[in-house]
């Protein structure tokens, strides 16, 4: 395979230097399916979705590293080739009835601007903050050309997004999380790709007796405990119970109406992905996940294709807090869980920051221990100096990695949507793991 730096190189030269700051990307909506059409030849169409540049620049990479069957099956930026529809298109825009059903206007519509990036597929099955941005970890997936069969890793993998898009694509994937609750989230995100619709007909069967149990006790009961015996049907409720919790507290509405209305959902976003799976003969990727520390993963040396993750965002979210209902009530004591989580351990904010660059030191020498040599570790991280006392995190890990023997390939600039009053962009950082 040819190395990704002279690709980046041949097709990307200004961008190459870690020692300068990345060009601004600017925001050119109206031009882009313009200039979409004269980069590509006419038979390949972009997502109608497409905005911005760095979705743009995916696509270019898509188009010169990809072939034509390749982008078919599993390029993320465009509507089709040779006017056959890509199955990302394909994926995104089957939307069951079910989906709809009873929503507001405006909820819908918001759903369908976030089809093609951030909500097909069971990836909206729980809002978790700072998640990746799905249709972007695709793209990276292709930028590193990873074929089904190999693994790849997120030690810090939070909602599983990269669990979700390895499988779809037939990738094996590993998700290490500290967060128990994070590993349920992703392990329901997963399994939910695999099920049947008979599985969906018995949890809309079961609605009312499966809330009545939820709410008749503070704690999670027996019946719905899912560490040894995982019951797909079960799991799914749960999740969607403890969405509507958490929806229920930032919003003034009851639980009781929430709770059927966030299953509905759920069952009708399963179904969609779960219909076009059969239609396009999808062989789903295996994933497991561990609630385990990714200071000290559990993993051989030299037995991962890649890793795509991204830091804590700890000066901005904090997720043992953010969690504390959902954790509380599947029976986690939260102040014991953030002793081992990266970034919220410290007094100040000065021992907080040496705590935080601390750990990830050591995660980010454990991620070089378990990848295969010559292998890229993809870091994706929001730069912050506002809660850091102006120390920028991006330039900081740089530092860090080069150190522990990674060499920067390339890095690419994108734009946060949501976040923006702490974090206005995010680095892609491509890190290669040295040969030996
Ligand atoms: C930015 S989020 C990851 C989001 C994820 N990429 C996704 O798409 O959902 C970072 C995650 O690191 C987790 N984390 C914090 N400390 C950890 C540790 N010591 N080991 C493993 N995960 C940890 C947090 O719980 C959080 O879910």
Redesign the pocket.
């Known amino acids: 395979m040819e190395p990704i730096i002279k690709r980046f190189a041949r097709y990307n030269k200004s961008q190459n230097s870690h020692d300068k700051q990345p060009a601004t990307r600017h925001f050119f909506p109206l031009c882009l399916p313009k200039i979409g059409s004269i980069i590509f030849p006419s038979s390949y169409e972009l997502l109608p979705t497409i905005t911005e540049i760095f979705e743009l620049e995916f696509a270019f990479y898509e188009y010169n590293f990809l072939n034509k069957d390749e982008i078919i099956r599993r390029g993320a930026f465009f509507k089709s080739v040779d006017g056959i529809s890509t199955y990302h298109y394909l994926i995104c825009s089957n939307n069951t009835p079910l989906l709809w059903e009873g929503r507001a206007e405006i909820t819908k519509a918001y759903f369908k601007e976030g089809n093609f990036s951030t909500g097909y597929a069971t990836h909206g099955l729980f809002p ?1 903050r ?3 941005h799905p249709q972007l970890i695709k793209g990276i997936l292709n930028i590193l050309r990873i074929q089904p069969g190999e693994v790849v890793l ?9 669990n979700v898009e390895a499988s779809i694509i037939g990738i094996n994937s590993i998700g ?4 128990p609750f ?1 590993v349920l989230m992703s392990k329901v995100k997963y399994e939910a790709l695999k099920t049947e619709g008979d599985v969906i007909s018995f949890i809309l069967r079961d609605i009312h007796k499966h809330y009545k149990a939820l709410t008749g006790s503070n704690i999670l009961p027996e019946e719905f405990s899912y560490q040894e015996d995982f019951n797909t049907e079960k799991a799914i409720t749960l999740l969607a119970f403890l969405d509507a919790m958490g929806y229920a507290r930032r919003c003034s509405k009851s639980i009781d109406i929430l709770f059927p209305s966030v299953l509905k959902r759920y069952t009708g976003q399963i179904s969609s992905f779960i219909q076009v799976r059969d239609k396009l003969n999808l062989k789903i990727g295996n994933a497991r996940f561990e609630n ?4 000290d993963l559990p993993l051989e040396d030299n037995s991962i294709d890649a890793i795509i ?6 000066f901005a ?1 904090d ?1 043992a807090e953010n969690d504390r209902p959902q954790l509380e009530y599947l029976g986690y004591n939260v102040d014991k869980l953030r002793e ?4 919220l351990k410290g007094k100040n904010k000065k021992e907080k920051l040496l705590m935080y660059f601390e ?1 990830m030191g050591r ?1 980010l020498s454990e991620m070089y221990r378990v990848l295969k040599p010559d292998r890229y570790a993809v870091i ?1 991280i929001g730069s912050n100096d506002i809660q850091t006392g102006g120390i920028r995190l991006e330039t900081r890990i740089e530092e860090m990695v080069t150190d522990i023997g990674f060499s920067l390939d390339q890095k690419i600039v994108k734009p946060i949507k949501g976040i923006q009053n702490t974090m206005k962009d995010e680095y892609i950082l491509f890190l290669k793991r040295g040969g030996k």
């Open positions: 978790y700072g998640k990746f997120d030690p810090m993998c939070g909602s599983g997004t990269l290490i999380e500290k967060s994070c385990g520390d990714a200071r993750t991204s830091p804590p965002y700890s979210i997720y081992g989580m990266i970034g750990d995660v994706i």
